[in-house]
């Protein structure tokens, strides 16, 4: 079984030496032996497997609600989120055990995200299996879309019953609230951009450190703050979280030109058919000449078959050097999340942290 200490090691390194945090924090994305990269995957995996038994546990009802929101939880997902606030808190010296409930709520509010997600972009399918509209109905998907949201609140005041100090769930409560109203925000600039057709690679980013980078933040500060940490450690946990949550939807951009459609769990031709202006295609648009600015508006705006455009549309993003580009800008924020780390003693949890916006940059799923 993982340790499941939050204390640090007090800084030592495991050649003897203290850590002077002068490590350029791009070149440690690449760091890892097997041996250590399986030792933070089993501690992960042992973590996911508490996350598992609290969701079951405070979702064992028999009706109707409860049948939706257990198909949505149990969909095969990473439970990145909730990791990283376990981690977040074990890196400040915290009890894993005293905020396993925000953890396991963070889930929850993660998996409403993306079933009201894929009611608006009309996806049928999430890792693989039926969207919860596409199973049930789509009045149930935002209904039970809805209560695991507000499951993520009442998970929050539970841990006041673990020993979390009262003030600490306050603050962790502002944010999670802002976390939310960050993430409708940049629901919201997406569909702005796709409007108007707002190809501006700076429209993007601020987008994605809202829809997507606010969870990763919001997880990652609530972990620091209910575990005990000082508003020093929540910010620097919180730049963490923004720097891997705009990796890991670069990442995301990159899977349709990287990945099979059956490692990602959804088809290719997406971003397509909702007309979702992703860095790879922003990156090519910026420098392209006039011929190739037509090809490519062409590719999104025209007619015909999706994934034949998808296929074309790759050829180009590829042969112009934007794929590569943006995964290059990918392991530059991953870079900048590991930077973040630095004032925080050395520990197994940091550790993970540090492996996790490696894997981000590196996922084909």
Same mark, same amino acid.
């Given at each position: 079984m993982p340790v499941l200490s939050g204390q640090p090691d007090s800084g030592r390194t495991e050649s003897g030496g203290t850590d002077s945090g002068r490590t350029d924090p791009h070149d440690s994305i690449l760091s890892y032996g097997e041996a250590e990269e399986a030792s933070i995957r089993d501690r992960s995996a042992y973590l996911v497997d508490l996350v598992l038994q609290r969701l079951k546990g405070d979702w064992a009802a028999d009706d109707r609600l409860t049948e939706v929101c257990n198909y949505a939880l149990g969909s095969p997902g990473k439970y990145f989120r909730p990791i990283l606030l376990l981690e977040s808190a074990a890196a400040v010296g915290g009890d894993l055990h005293q905020v396993m409930p925000a953890a396991a709520g963070t889930e929850g509010a993660h998996v409403a995200s993306l079933m009201h997600d894929d009611i608006i972009d009309g996806d049928e399918l999430r890792r693989g299996m039926p969207a919860v509209h596409a199973k049930y109905s789509q009045a149930d998907a935002i209904v039970s879309g809805d209560a695991l949201i507000f499951y993520l609140f009442a998970a929050l005041a539970t841990c006041a019953a673990n020993g979390v100090e009262a003030q600490r769930i306050v603050l962790a409560m502002g944010r999670a609230a802002k976390a939310g109203a960050e993430l409708c925000r940049g629901?919201?600039?997406?569909?702005?951009?796709?409007?108007?057709?707002?190809? @501006?690679?700076?429209?993007?980013?601020?987008?994605?450190?809202?829809?997507?980078?606010?969870?990763?933040?919001?997880?990652?500060?609530?972990?620091?703050?209910?575990?005990?940490?000082?508003?020093?450690?929540?910010?620097?946990?919180? $730049?963490?979280?923004?720097?891997?949550?705009?990796?890991?939807?670069?990442?995301?951009?990159?899977?349709?030109?990287?990945?099979?459609?059956?490692?990602?769990?959804?088809?290719?031709?997406?971003?397509?058919?909702?007309?979702?202006?992703?860095?790879?295609?922003?990156?090519?648009?910026?420098?392209?000449?006039?011929?190739?600015?037509?090809?490519?508006?062409?590719?999104?705006?025209?007619?015909?078959?999706?994934?034949? $455009?998808?296929?074309?549309?790759?050829?180009?993003?590829?042969?112009?050097?934007?794929?590569? @580009?943006?995964?290059?800008?990918?392991?530059?924020?991953?870079?900048?999340?590991?930077?973040?780390?630095?004032?925080?003693? $050395?520990?197994?949890? $940091?550790?993970?942290?540090?492996?996790?916006?490696?894997?981000?940059?590196?996922?084909? @799923?």
């Amino acid at each position: 079984m993982p340790v499941l200490s939050g204390q640090p090691d007090s800084g030592r390194t495991e050649s003897g030496g203290t850590d002077s945090g002068r490590t350029d924090p791009h070149d440690s994305i690449l760091s890892y032996g097997e041996a250590e990269e399986a030792s933070i995957r089993d501690r992960s995996a042992y973590l996911v497997d508490l996350v598992l038994q609290r969701l079951k546990g405070d979702w064992a009802a028999d009706d109707r609600l409860t049948e939706v929101c257990n198909y949505a939880l149990g969909s095969p997902g990473k439970y990145f989120r909730p990791i990283l606030l376990l981690e977040s808190a074990a890196a400040v010296g915290g009890d894993l055990h005293q905020v396993m409930p925000a953890a396991a709520g963070t889930e929850g509010a993660h998996v409403a995200s993306l079933m009201h997600d894929d009611i608006i972009d009309g996806d049928e399918l999430r890792r693989g299996m039926p969207a919860v509209h596409a199973k049930y109905s789509q009045a149930d998907a935002i209904v039970s879309g809805d209560a695991l949201i507000f499951y993520l609140f009442a998970a929050l005041a539970t841990c006041a019953a673990n020993g979390v100090e009262a003030q600490r769930i306050v603050l962790a409560m502002g944010r999670a609230a802002k976390a939310g109203a960050e993430l409708c925000r940049g629901q919201m600039l997406e569909e702005e951009i796709r409007q108007n057709y707002d190809s @501006r690679v700076a429209s993007y980013l601020r987008m994605i450190e809202n829809k997507t980078a606010a969870l990763f933040r919001a997880a990652c500060c609530i972990g620091a703050t209910l575990g005990g940490g000082s508003v020093e450690d929540a910010d620097a946990l919180a $730049r963490y979280g923004t720097g891997l949550g705009i990796a890991f939807q670069i990442q995301d951009d990159l899977l349709p030109y990287l990945s099979t459609a059956e490692e990602t769990g959804k088809p290719h031709s997406s971003d397509l058919a909702n007309r979702r202006l992703t860095l790879p295609f922003l990156l090519c648009r910026a420098t392209a000449g006039p011929e190739l600015a037509a090809e490519l508006d062409e590719l999104v705006n025209g007619e015909g078959d999706l994934e034949d $455009r998808h296929l074309r549309l790759a050829a180009l993003l590829t042969r112009h050097g934007a794929v590569e @580009r943006a995964a290059e800008e990918a392991r530059r924020y991953a870079g900048d999340a590991i930077g973040a780390l630095v004032p925080l003693p $050395r520990s197994p949890s $940091r550790q993970s942290l540090e492996y996790f916006a490696k894997a981000a940059v590196s996922r084909c @799923r």
